[in-house]
T-cell receptor
Framework: DQQVKQNSPSLSVQEGRISILNCDYTNSMFDYFLWYKKYPAEGPTFLISISSIKDKNEDGRFTVFLNKSAKHLSLHIVPSQPGDSAVYFCAASDDMRFGAGTRLTVKP | NAGVTQTPKFRILKIGQSMTLQCTQD?????MYWYRQDPGMGLKLIYY???????DKGEVPNGYNVSRSTTEDFPLRLELAAPSQTSVYFC????????????FGSGTRLTVV
């Protein structure tokens, strides 16, 4: 059973606007959550993480929010740029499985 | 550059053929993993290893075998290729206690016809 789920397979936003990618999990004991970014023909690369003891982590244009009571995390990209167009995966550090991914398209 | 190296990058196999996908890392990572990504789908864990001599099945191990004779190498073997194994295969590694996740290779695109 999938413990980390991304229910939106795709998202399209206009350049300069906010992109919000969502992820739900089932195991409240997870320690760390991570987001990866994947371009076509490349392996995924680490983007940003958040500890379960925090509710927000920011790195430049990327912010991850964690809502433990809802078992939900989200990745915010502000402002979105065409170069952000990629597939984004969420994962839990304690688990070797990834969400199904969300394909983000940022239109110029 | 240090990292995870996968070979080959592309391969076309006929049904029933066998092949080995190579994966090598030079970061002295203990943990290594094989994932596959089908078109439009997420990453599925095939096999993983927590150290030399130790391997274990992931979510989708059928049709595959692995070995881990050294820390550096984690080859994935397909014995009787089937069209359902057409996919992109990613190898990844991680150090014990590493908080920031995996280092991935650039992938092997396999087509079985």
């Amino acid at each position: 059973d999938q413990q980390v789920k991304q229910n939106s397979p795709s998202l399209s936003v206009q350049e300069g606007r906010i992109s919000i990618l969502n992820c739900d999990y089932t195991n409240s004991m997870f320690d760390y959550f991570l987001w990866y970014k994947k371009y076509p023909a490349e392996g995924p690369t680490f983007l940003i993480s958040i500890s379960s003891i925090k509710d927000k982590n920011e790195d430049g244009r990327f912010t991850v929010f964690l809502n433990k009571s809802a078992k939900h995390l989200s990745l915010h990209i502000v402002p979105s740029q065409p170069g952000d167009s990629a597939v984004y995966f969420c994962a839990a550090s304690d688990d070797m499985r990834f969400g199904a991914g969300t394909r983000l398209t940022v239109k110029p | 550059n240090a990292g995870v190296t996968q070979t080959p990058k592309f391969r076309i196999l006929k049904i029933g053929q066998s092949m080995t996908l190579q994966c090598t890392q030079d970061m002295n990572h203990n943990y290594m993993y094989w994932y596959r990504q089908d078109p439009g789908m997420g990453l599925k864990l095939i096999y993983y290893s927590v150290g030399a001599g130790i391997t274990d099945k992931g979510e989708v191990p059928n049709g595959y075998n692995v070995s881990r004779s050294t820390t550096e190498d984690f080859p994935l073997r397909l014995e009787l290729a089937a069209p359902s194994q057409t996919s992109v295969y990613f190898c990844a590694s991680k150090s014990i206690g590493q908080l920031y996740g995996y280092t991935f290779g650039s992938g092997t695109r396999l087509t079985v016809v």
